[in-house]
């Protein structure tokens, strides 16, 4: 049977992870039907229909297959499902199969076993001569090989591990220097096993330089390598590195650690992709803790700062400056006496936001809340034109004045808050309402929604108070099926007729628009949906009789319907 047709290429790729990764749990197979669990983030059901060996019809309890889709998970359990009929058929004639690939660790264990017990059984000069031929053949085991015999490797033999990763690379990125997504795991996979196995034994055998050439040669590779990375394959490559570079830092002496630090600085600013540069940056700021780096770390902070200063856009310079400045003033912050250098060096960045959002973090902490109060507003003033950073000022100002006591300015800081800078926030209209007594809140809380901005999300307020005649007024206004499917769930139990009349209106514009299967598939899930709501199945049997009158000519949507 050719299930996979089924799927699109990318969705058997992880439907394939999934399988390997022994997501898929509590198979039970029949001639007719097939269920099973798949653990992920969460946990999904699902169920393939079969005839004659052949898929008829699929579910997965995803929001992805609930669009009509064919999702990762169905294709996951197709693939437990096949391994386990080809083992089926095969288990009687091979009781210790030693060739296949392992499914689990137990399986894994079992074949190494296996292997070993043939490696004792041979011939002492047969498995010499025999290992011989295979290093010769494999440049890469010769060099494993080699590194395990030779404690501290040579400059030739580190070498030899750069090509080996060249000539991965090389592979991969072909003629196009481009690896594409379904690619791109094979790669990340041939370099976490350079980095576990080999970079690995150099640092058990003490020899830290060469493990930290080898990972750093990877780390820049990947850092320039052009490829589809959407699944993370560098991101993880990459917290390996640094976790090995933490380690290496806890063994080599002052010396070596010096030279690390030098090659740290000497590779921020330009040579690698900017979200690896931060890999870079926090081993700078916590791995060189030691009293003889403190200044080296300042001055190399200095100079990042002024490099910032020229780059060519305002958001660009003004995000680099301050993310510099601020890892200056955790420095600074930890001598004592710093408060007067702190405040001449937040005075010479002033303009930069960060700095200023810091410096008032600093008074806070000191408790100098008058001075916090009078940098908040010189602040408001200079950020007016950025709605984020004004709201996050006056929520400084609120805190502040419950620190201070001062419940009216308090007060007062909240309704500005929650009809202005973050309009309907829930989170401020709790504390709010906290302010009053019950009897006061009904008044003070129908004089917020007559203020509230249009744009402000009002319906989760009327969630919140449990105001569901005014929440489903606002679902009837609102238009398409988000805010509907939002609160259907609150809404259904005393409101099922007048949900099922507004799903009704949305299901009916949206099949005079759709022509293709994607579409029609989407609507058999909505009306799927509809069908669990309260006298849903009468209504939905009506729409199905009135599209099957006047769709009749679309063959996709009638076989969609069928399926329903």
Known sequence: ?????????????????????????????????????????????????LRDGEVTDMYCSCPYAEDGNNCKHMAAVLYEWSEEEQTDAYQEENDEDIFGRPSNMEEYRKKIAAIERIVYEADDDVVRSYLATILSENEKLLVRFNSMIYKQLTEEAVERYIDQVDSIANRYLGRNHFISYYEVGGFISELEEILD???????????????????????????????????????????????????????????????????????????????????????????????EFKQLKLQFIEDMINKSSLKDSDWSRSYHMGKWAIRYLEIVEKQKNSKAQIEEFCRKYWDNSSVRRYYIDFCMKNRDYVHALEVLDESISMDKAYRGLIAEYSKKKKDIFLL????????????????????????????????????????????????????????????????????????????????????????????PEQLLQKYRTEVNNMAIHTGDRRKYRQLVAILRKMKKIRGGSKIVEDIVAEWKDHYRNRPAMMDELSRL
């Open 404 to 495: 201070q006591g001062d419940k009216n300015a308090y007060i007062g800081q909240l309704w500005k808050l929650i009809l202005e800078d973050e309009a309907g926030s829930l989170d401020i209209y709790r504390e709010l309402k906290k302010q009053y007594t019950i009897e006061e809140w009904t008044d003070k809380r129908e004089e917020l929604f007559k203020k509230l901005p249009k744009y402000a999300h009002i319906d989760q307020l009327y969630k919140e108070e449990k105001l569901y005649d005014r929440l489903l007024e606002f679902v009837m206004q609102s238009t398409g099926l988000y805010t509907l499917q939002q609160y259907e769930n609150v809404l259904k139990k005393e409101y």
């Open 197 to 291: 196995e080999d970079a690995r034994r150099m640092i058990d055998n003490a020899d830290y330089m060469s493990a930290f050439r080898l990972m750093n040669y990877i780390f820049e590779l990947i850092g320039n390598a052009d490829m589809d990375d959407s699944d993370g394959g560098i991101g993880m490559l990459a917290n390996i590195i640094y976790q090995f570079w933490l380690e290496l830092l806890t063994r080599v002496d002052m010396d070596e650690k010096k030279g690390m630090f030098c090659w740290f600085t000497e590779h921020l600013g330009g040579s690698i992709i900017d979200y690896l540069e931060e890999y870079i940056e926090q081993i700078i700021m916590d791995g060189f803790c030691e009293k």
């Open 1 to 49: 049977m050719n299930w996979k047709k089924l799927f699109a290429k990318h969705i058997l790729k992880r439907g394939y992870d999934y399988y390997c990764e022994n997501a898929v749990e509590k198979l039970d197979a029949t001639e007719d039907r097939i269920r099973a669990d798949v653990v992920g983030t969460e946990d999904y059901k699902v169920e393939i229909s």
